[in-house]
């Protein structure tokens, strides 16, 4: 009997994302091909992070096969788990050596530069495009490695759900969110000059009912939290190339109310329906379409989602050289409609808008950053609320037209450009960042299920499950912390907290854990957490928690939770 492992070093590209708490569709598209094909064998997973507990060794002689999916397009932190790298890959090889000629990679990876590929391949590693299509064709009998092609859709249909099973293997389990693709390609003419997207070829949809009966298998076993992430632009699912402006497809309403209504029929106790990547041209340019799509989303997903959105500048010299999606008047105009759609009165939002910016981009001038700067408080002062507001250097992949142009530039004053992104980097975080979040977080706010992921000192680090959710820095008394969770390295045991947002720093909210003893947070936390005049009220009678000594945003969660 065979038996394959899938090691998931996680992946992370425009379209796609696989670090946990997600797991990607690459992941399950694997273990479904060789299941399908290879009913009566064996398919094991694990993590790059459970791997460096092993010190990157599997035992010999087990495996038939050993698939890696891998690969870094659009560089980024996260909490849940650390990507694995080009260096631990290589380590891997080299600790696994008896199982040369039988690991194959795939994913992203297939687009690192060419120096990491040679590197690969002096260790025998072999490097493929698409390692779900190199485990279909070694199951079903075919000795060979894929050149660039792709699945079809209808092969990924089977294989979806017959590599569902996969995801109880995952350490996160039931903790883990399901991205989902919907379609391929970009439906843009001219591509961003950064993105990997071009690479990818024409556009194809997935069928609805195909997405859908995923969808109703991953929950059969489990699954409830999901997100429609691996597409360029959701409201171009299924756009209309019959009719165009400026590039860009006017949008199918019906798919996308087909789509929707059919997940919430599939899985009707999920717990989260989120999206990924939302183009803001599509907005711009088709307003009545999206907007009846945006009325869909926000009727069947779940709240605190977030419409990301490539920005990525608003200078308009960087928009022009760079093919850039839409001038800052067009991704206002995008954040707006996301606004009226998402804002719930009185709750949580169902979906707000948040925004990509780029530095280091072609056509870039140290004007650049205040422009993107000045745009943002604009959106600010404008009433119009961004959950989320990324801000990276560019880390174009070989091969694409920003890495030729970034080739041939000699890069004059580029020193003084990075000094001048990295201060309005701090500024954005300061004067926008911390005031947007009280807008959508007002002190007192209550945040059910935050997961804790990592212990810090004095408590925890936690998210809700979600697209791009907040973090949250909750405090804990060492009775919570011993006899609720031990953690480490990322991988649980995970617990579910309510908690009360007491506090703002950058991306970071403070909060108070709900099912805690508030009894026992000491003077030192609650200045740090609620301020000095907050904590000295809370504190006027010694460790009092009376309601008389605590500001209204405060009495109404702790009485909620009778606590006061």
Sequence with gaps: MSRYLIIDFYVDEPSCLGVPPYISPYVRYTAGALKFHNPDSEVDYISVDELRLVNYSIEPGIYTLIYIIAGVTVPGKYLGGKIGSAAELITFMKNNAR????????????HSPTQILDSFAREGLQVVHSVE??????ASGRDSLPGKGDLSYREISNYAQAGAFIIQKHFRYPYVIMELETYRGCTRKVHCSFCSEQFIGSVENREVDEIVDEVSTLYSLGARYFRLGKQADIFSYYADKNVVKH???????????????????????LKVLHLDNVNPGTLALFPEECNEIASIICSNNTHLDTAAMGMESADPEVIRVNHLKADAAQIKKAIAMIDRSGRQNGSLPRLTAGINLIGGLPGESENTFALNYHFLKDIYESDLLLRRINI????????????????????????????KFQYFKEKIREEIDIPML???????????????????PGGFLGRPMGSYPITFHLWATDKFINEKIV????????????????????????????????????????????????AEAIWAKGLNLSSAHLPNWLQTPLKLYNLI
């Design 99 to 110: 199982y040369l000629g039988k690991i194959v990679a795939g994913g992203p990876i297939s």
């Design 133 to 138: 299509l190199a485990a279909a064709l070694y």
């Design 247 to 269: 590039g860009f497809l006017k949008p199918s309403v019906k798919h996308l109310e087909r789509l929707y209504h059919g997940i919430r029929k599939a899985a009707p106790q």
């Design 392 to 419: 990276r250097q560019i880390s174009p992949i070989s091969g694409s037209e920003a890495f030729m142009m970034m080739q041939q530039s000699k890069n004059p004053g580029e020193k003084r450009r990075l000094n």
């Design 438 to 456: 009280k807008k959508i977080f007002p002190p007192g706010t209550v945040i059910p299920n935050v997961i804790l992921e990592k212990r810090v």
């Design 487 to 534: 953690m480490k390295n990322y991988l649980g045991p995970f617990k579910e907290v309510d908690v009360v947002v007491v506090g703002y720093k950058e991306r970071t909210l403070y909060s108070l854990s709900l099912g805690d003893d508030l009894s026992k947070i000491p003077m030192a936390v609650w200045r740090k957490f609620v301020g000095r005049e907050v």
